[in-house]
């Protein structure tokens, strides 16, 4: 059984910064691209950043910039470093994987609260 783990996540006045982790567990033979999304109180999940097995990053517009995304592939283990922080990054931020183990499937995790208030 194939698990995400979303951590780090809190309360942050604006300009502050955070770091989220994700940790993938389980019985995994690959792990493919890896992103980061989010969904705030009455609003679709929208996108926030992408990294391939191979470290390629894309960001949306809203966060280029403020916001790093990186893995370690040795701990199966995706992070996002935000920076500069604004009350509308205020929202719940879930981790999604493309996993094999031993097909591929699209995973996500619970999701981690992260809200940005003074």
């Known amino acids: 059984q194939v698990q995400l783990v979303e951590s780090g996540g809190g309360l942050v006045q604006p300009g502050g910064s955070l770091r989220l982790s994700c940790a993938a567990s389980g019985s995994i033979f690959i792990i493919g691209a890896m992103g980061w999304y989010r969904q705030a109180p009455g609003k679709q999940r929208e996108w926030v950043a992408t990294i391939t097995s191979g470290g390629r990053s894309d960001y949306a517009d809203s966060v280029k910039g403020r916001f790093t995304i990186s893995r370690d592939n040795a701990k199966n283990t995706m992070y996002l470093q935000m920076s500069s922080l604004k009350p509308e990054d205020t929202a719940v931020y879930y981790c999604?994987?493309?996993?094999?183990?031993?097909?591929?499937?699209?995973?996500w995790g619970q999701g981690t609260q992260v809200t940005v208030s003074s």
């Open positions: 999604n994987a493309g996993i094999r183990s031993p097909i591929m499937v699209d995973y």
